[in-house]
């Protein structure tokens, strides 16, 4: 039986040129696409990113997923990341961005799922969309009109997160069902590629190469070009076969020098963290 969403997937990460770490981690592999972004430092981040990485690997290999099957296996990694924090790395955490494949009555979705400010885009129609929404003070700022996007980028506050897994954050995670289309394009990434590379030139990444694979090479290039502050990782999945309703169609084959670019709990940063 033919899943409800074929993809083709091309996968680039890159510790970038200011750390000796990477602490992202991430999960290619049909249902599921994820980037985990670790904070903490070594024994810590690194640690809880590709744990939280590996609680969902026993969910590959399903056709598809339900919000149930990732809500249960977003509750085994939260515990054990808190876990990691009591074993004395008490700033233990991660980001957790992506989709999964999912199905409504047969047809393909995309279930896509964040908590963080690791971010989840999808490319259709040539039009770009940031699906997931950033949990982050700066996000909060311009949400309360006190704070403009263009300003974001250079905001000291730009790398404090307000929800995560682990890091003393209760904060749950943001779900959407996305119906799917084929020539659907999804990256997933950590900040270290949003953090550089605008939303515009991301677009034009996307656009340019038809291989996924080049197109996230081309991406952790560009961000590497572009200072490389912090780790960088890209997931690109492309929609080859989506399943549809019968009829329906689709069906086919401040000095940037003194920024921190680290991703940092607000427990930590400001004394608080919902």
Same mark, same amino acid.
């Given at each position: 039986?033919?899943?409800?969403?074929? !993809? #083709?997937? @091309?996968? !680039?990460?890159?510790?970038?040129?200011? #750390?000796?770490?990477?602490?992202?981690?991430?999960? !290619?592999?049909?249902?599921?696409?994820?980037?985990?972004?670790?904070?903490?430092?070594?024994?810590?981040?690194?640690?809880?990113?590709?744990?939280?990485?590996?609680?969902?690997?026993?969910?590959?290999?399903?056709?598809?997923?339900?919000?149930? /099957?990732?809500?249960?296996?977003?509750?085994?990694?939260?515990?054990?990341?808190?876990?990691?924090?009591?074993?004395?790395?008490?700033?233990?955490?991660?980001?957790?961005?992506?989709?999964?494949?999912?199905? %409504? /009555?047969? %047809?393909?979705?995309?279930?896509?799922?964040?908590?963080?400010?690791?971010?989840?885009? #999808?490319?259709?129609?040539?039009?770009? &969309?940031?699906?997931?929404?950033?949990?982050?003070?700066?996000?909060?700022?311009?949400?309360?009109?006190?704070?403009?996007?263009?300003?974001?980028?250079?905001?000291?506050?730009?790398?404090?997160?307000?929800?995560?897994? @682990?890091?003393?954050?209760?904060?749950?995670?943001?779900?959407?069902?996305?119906?799917?289309?084929?020539?659907?394009?999804?990256?997933?990434?950590?900040?270290?590629?949003?953090? &550089?590379?605008?939303?515009?030139?991301?677009? &034009?990444?996307?656009? #340019?190469?038809?291989?996924?694979?080049?197109?996230?090479?081309?991406?952790?290039?560009?961000?590497?070009?572009?200072?490389?502050? /912090?780790?960088?990782?890209?997931?690109? %999945?492309?929609?080859?076969?989506?399943?549809?309703?019968?009829?329906?169609?689709?069906?086919?084959?401040?000095?940037?020098?003194?920024?921190?670019?680290?991703?940092?709990?607000?427990?930590?940063?400001?004394?608080?963290?919902?």
């Amino acid at each position: 039986m033919t899943a409800p969403i074929v !993809a #083709r997937v @091309g996968t !680039a990460t890159h510790t970038g040129l200011r #750390r000796a770490l990477n602490e992202d981690a991430y999960l !290619a592999e049909a249902p599921l696409f994820l980037v985990a972004d670790g904070m903490g430092g070594h024994q810590a981040g690194d640690v809880a990113s590709t744990t939280v990485i590996a609680e969902f690997r026993g969910l590959q290999g399903r056709g598809s997923l339900s919000i149930d /099957d990732i809500s249960f296996a977003l509750a085994r990694a939260r515990a054990a990341v808190d876990a990691i924090a009591g074993g004395g790395a008490t700033s233990a955490g991660t980001t957790l961005s992506g989709v999964a494949v999912a199905e %409504v /009555d047969g %047809v393909g979705y995309w279930l896509a799922l964040n908590i963080g400010d690791s971010r989840t885009y #999808r490319l259709a129609g040539g039009v770009l &969309e940031q699906v997931s929404v950033d949990h982050s003070v700066v996000q909060e700022l311009i949400d309360a009109g006190e704070l403009v996007a263009a300003d974001a980028q250079r905001d000291r506050r730009r790398n404090i997160i307000t929800r995560a897994l @682990g890091a003393g954050s209760t904060g749950e995670a943001d779900y959407w069902m996305i119906p799917a289309s084929v020539g659907d394009r999804i990256l997933v990434c950590s900040d270290g590629l949003s953090s &550089e590379v605008g939303d515009e030139e991301i677009r &034009e990444a996307l656009l #340019r190469h038809e291989d996924p694979q080049a197109a996230a090479d081309l991406l952790i290039a560009r961000a590497l070009e572009l200072g490389g502050r /912090d780790n960088v990782t890209a997931v690109i %999945v492309d929609a080859i076969h989506v399943t549809t309703r019968p009829g329906a169609g689709g069906a086919a084959g401040i000095d940037d020098e003194d920024i921190d670019s680290d991703t940092r709990p607000r427990a930590e940063a400001m004394g608080g963290m919902r």
